[in-house]
């Protein structure tokens, strides 16, 4: 079975509209005949090629083409992949997994257009290999959303032969910023995000503790100022 765009595919999408700016809603057809109408709970156009091969891979084993639509629509997305953690005082504080440039350039075009007053991308580079060789790659994904914030890469595995560093990074960067400690990232990000603000952390690493950081404040503060 194939699935796609074009209508040479087996299963292939038409009439794609984008709700709220980024979560796709479309007709699903084969052999120029409609098979189920689905509007995903998770944005990003390529998700509609995910939704795609699901809604293939279903009927192959025999589900109903209403169950399956009613099944994606209910499917609002898997951990760490634009992982919503909490929204304080207007400010949503969201993970995501996207460590190559690729993702991160999807995943960055999709909360774009969510309609955030301003959008936080905070990045923890992985390996020294990856961000040497595709450093370019990286800083154009990183152009997209309003503030790159960066941490200094996650070696993991490596030692650093490459003498590559976040700054270099960050050099390519207009307007970003980038620290060696951690916790300047959550306070920086947390002096400079106001209400409607969207907050991402970006990376394959250990970045979502700042995350889960920045959501353990954000309610600290709540709570300080109930009382």
Not at 135 to 158: C, N, Q, W, Y
Not at 175 to 185: L, Y
Request: contains cysteine.
């Amino acid at each position: 079975l194939t699935f796609g765009l074009s209508p040479e595919r087996d299963y292939y999408a038409e009439n794609i509209v984008y709700n709220r700016g980024a979560f796709p809603e479309f007709d699903v057809m084969h052999a120029g005949k409609l098979v189920c109408h689905v509007a995903l709970g998770v944005p990003g156009k390529h998700n509609v090629l995910n939704a795609l091969g699901v809604v293939a891979a279903a009927l192959w084993n025999g589900v109903a083409p209403e169950d399956i639509a009613t099944y994606i629509a209910g499917f609002k997305g898997a951990g760490r992949r634009f992982e919503v953690l909490g929204e304080f005082n207007g400010i949503t504080i969201a993970d995501d997994y996207a460590h190559h440039p690729t993702e991160l350039t999807v995943t960055l075009e999709a909360v774009m257009a969510m309609g955030y007053h301003e959008v936080w991308a905070v990045f923890q580079p992985f390996t020294y290999s990856r961000t040497y060789m595709l450093m370019d790659d990286f800083a154009e994904a990183l152009k997209i959303p309003d503030h790159a914030v960066m941490t200094e890469i996650m070696g993991s595995r490596e030692v650093n032969t490459y003498d590559v560093y976040t700054s270099q990074l960050a050099e390519k960067v207009p307007g970003s910023v980038w620290f060696e400690n951690r916790a300047d990232v959550v306070d920086y990000v947390m002096e400079h995000a106001v209400p409607g603000d969207l907050i991402i952390t970006l990376g394959c690493g250990d970045i979502y503790k700042e995350a889960k950081q920045m959501v353990e404040r954000y309610k600290a503060q709540a709570e300080g100022d109930a009382e």
